[in-house]
Protein backbone atom coordinates (compact mmCIF):
# COMPACT_ATOMS: atom_id res chain seq x y z
CA UNK A 1 0.00 0.00 0.00
CA UNK A 2 1.35 3.15 -1.06
CA UNK A 3 1.51 5.79 1.85
CA UNK A 4 2.72 9.80 1.38
CA UNK A 5 2.82 11.45 5.05
CA UNK A 6 3.59 14.85 5.08
CA UNK A 7 5.14 16.55 8.01
CA UNK A 8 5.87 19.78 9.48
CA UNK A 9 3.40 22.24 9.36
CA UNK A 10 2.22 24.18 11.87
CA UNK A 11 1.73 27.89 12.63
CA UNK A 12 4.46 31.15 11.93
CA UNK A 13 4.76 34.36 12.02
CA UNK A 14 5.28 36.02 8.95
CA UNK A 15 8.53 36.67 7.75
CA UNK A 16 9.70 32.98 9.35
CA UNK A 17 10.39 29.51 7.82
CA UNK A 18 9.31 25.81 7.81
CA UNK A 19 10.14 23.11 6.34
CA UNK A 20 7.67 20.25 5.29
CA UNK A 21 8.73 16.33 4.94
CA UNK A 22 6.78 14.04 2.66
CA UNK A 23 8.05 10.45 3.69
CA UNK A 24 6.92 7.74 1.02
CA UNK A 25 6.11 4.07 1.39
CA UNK A 26 4.99 1.04 -0.40
CA UNK A 27 6.33 2.34 -4.05
CA UNK A 28 10.22 2.69 -5.67
CA UNK A 29 10.75 6.08 -4.52
CA UNK A 30 13.22 6.80 -7.04
CA UNK A 31 10.28 5.78 -10.19
CA UNK A 32 8.88 8.82 -9.52
CA UNK A 33 8.66 12.56 -9.45
CA UNK A 34 7.34 14.48 -6.96
CA UNK A 35 5.47 17.49 -6.51
CA UNK A 36 4.05 19.67 -3.75
CA UNK A 37 0.89 21.89 -4.12
CA UNK A 38 -1.49 23.60 -1.41
CA UNK A 39 -4.90 24.58 -0.69
CA UNK A 40 -6.39 27.96 0.91
CA UNK A 41 -9.52 28.13 2.39
CA UNK A 42 -12.22 28.75 -0.33
CA UNK A 43 -9.40 28.25 -3.19
CA UNK A 44 -8.41 25.95 -5.78
CA UNK A 45 -5.28 23.53 -5.49
CA UNK A 46 -2.34 25.25 -6.64
CA UNK A 47 1.05 23.49 -7.02
CA UNK A 48 3.82 25.50 -5.88
CA UNK A 49 7.22 23.10 -7.05
CA UNK A 50 7.58 19.75 -8.19
CA UNK A 51 10.90 17.59 -8.70
CA UNK A 52 12.46 14.99 -11.35
CA UNK A 53 13.31 11.47 -10.12
CA UNK A 54 17.02 12.58 -9.61
CA UNK A 55 16.06 15.92 -8.07
CA UNK A 56 17.99 17.21 -10.75
CA UNK A 57 15.66 19.17 -12.22
CA UNK A 58 12.92 21.09 -9.99
CA UNK A 59 9.90 23.46 -10.76
CA UNK A 60 8.35 26.30 -9.19
CA UNK A 61 5.21 28.61 -9.32
CA UNK A 62 6.42 32.00 -9.74
CA UNK A 63 5.09 33.31 -6.15
CA UNK A 64 7.69 31.24 -4.66
CA UNK A 65 10.07 31.23 -6.27
CA UNK A 66 12.91 32.18 -4.30
CA UNK A 67 11.31 31.67 -1.28
CA UNK A 68 10.14 27.80 -1.30
CA UNK A 69 13.05 25.21 -2.35
CA UNK A 70 11.77 21.12 -2.61
CA UNK A 71 14.80 18.80 -2.64
CA UNK A 72 14.55 15.00 -2.17
CA UNK A 73 16.81 12.19 -0.89
CA UNK A 74 16.03 8.96 -3.08
CA UNK A 75 17.50 6.92 -0.34
CA UNK A 76 15.13 7.99 2.20
CA UNK A 77 12.16 7.83 0.94
CA UNK A 78 11.77 11.34 1.65
CA UNK A 79 10.76 14.82 -0.01
CA UNK A 80 11.03 18.22 1.55
CA UNK A 81 9.48 21.62 0.81
CA UNK A 82 11.48 24.22 2.57
CA UNK A 83 9.80 27.79 3.08
CA UNK A 84 11.54 31.21 3.96
CA UNK A 85 10.03 34.23 4.01
CA UNK A 86 6.74 33.36 4.38
CA UNK A 87 3.52 35.42 3.77
CA UNK A 88 0.24 35.01 4.83
CA UNK A 89 -1.49 34.08 1.26
CA UNK A 90 0.90 31.28 1.71
CA UNK A 91 -1.71 29.61 4.50
CA UNK A 92 -3.12 26.29 3.07
CA UNK A 93 -2.77 22.97 3.01
CA UNK A 94 0.23 21.26 1.55
CA UNK A 95 -0.08 18.10 0.12
CA UNK A 96 2.46 16.13 -1.30
CA UNK A 97 2.38 13.89 -4.61
CA UNK A 98 4.29 11.60 -6.64
CA UNK A 99 3.66 10.87 -10.46
CA UNK A 100 6.07 8.74 -13.31
CA UNK A 101 4.35 11.18 -15.79
CA UNK A 102 5.26 14.56 -14.25
CA UNK A 103 7.44 16.81 -16.96
CA UNK A 104 7.82 20.26 -17.17
CA UNK A 105 4.71 21.03 -18.85
CA UNK A 106 2.51 19.21 -16.77
CA UNK A 107 3.69 19.39 -13.50
CA UNK A 108 0.91 21.38 -12.04
CA UNK A 109 -1.67 19.25 -13.40
CA UNK A 110 -3.97 17.02 -10.55
CA UNK A 111 -4.67 14.46 -13.44
CA UNK A 112 -1.06 13.35 -14.25
CA UNK A 113 -0.30 12.76 -10.37
CA UNK A 114 -0.69 8.91 -8.87
CA UNK A 115 -0.51 8.96 -5.18
CA UNK A 116 -1.80 11.77 -2.49
CA UNK A 117 -0.92 12.31 1.18
CA UNK A 118 -3.38 13.96 2.74
CA UNK A 119 -1.82 17.05 3.59
CA UNK A 120 -0.37 18.91 6.47
CA UNK A 121 -1.82 22.53 7.29
CA UNK A 122 1.14 26.00 7.30
CA UNK A 123 -0.97 29.17 8.80
CA UNK A 124 0.94 32.23 8.78
CA UNK A 125 -0.11 35.00 10.70
CA UNK A 126 0.70 38.43 10.03
Known amino acids: QVQLVESGGGLVQAGGSLRLSCAAS????????MAWSRQAPGKEREFVAG????????YYQDSVKGRFTISRDNAQNTVWLQMDSLKPEDTAVYYC???????????????????WGKGALVTVSS
Open 51 to 58: ISRSGEIT
Open 26 to 33: GLTFSMYA
Open 97 to 115: ASSRRLTSSNWRRDNIMDY
